[in-house]
């Protein structure tokens, strides 16, 4: 399967952390997870070892997030603003666009950028942003 959209209340419930590890999708956009940030480290570092080599997009709606828990013990570099990459997805109708976000490169070169924006105006205890990353193709765009 190439693309995996999942878009329900609660996929926590069907859909595990170690179900994504496992997926071998290009695209996948799910939404409504209560993954920590400890969670969503584990896959960082899992997707730094090899884990669905064919990723390319990944988005998944989260409560916000902690940054430094998120990129414990994983060597990141932080993206500078004035820097602007990105991805297009064919079935989608814009582009998934990073103006900054965090670098990471997985064992065999790959390099992704992840990023979650929060509307700090618009928090409560059950609303969730998208953390999104893409992995790069070689040339970086």
Known sequence: MDNLWLHAYN???WITLNNIVD???I???LKSFSFTSSDMNIYLKAWINGC???MKYLSLDLR??????LTDGIEVE???????RSYRIPIL???CVFESGTDILSKDGRRATFQQIIDRDYLDSD???SLKMVAWPEDGQ
Not at 64 to 69: R, T
Not at 78 to 84: D, H, L, R
């Open 11 to 13: 996929l926590d419930q």
């Open 23 to 25: 997926f071998n999708c």
């Open 27 to 29: 695209h996948i956009d």
């Open 52 to 54: 669905n080599f064919r």
């Open 64 to 69: 916000p997030l902690d940054h430094k828990i």
């Open 78 to 84: 932080e993206v500078n603003a004035s820097i602007v």
């Open 93 to 95: 109708r814009g582009p």
């Open 127 to 129: 609303r969730r942003f």
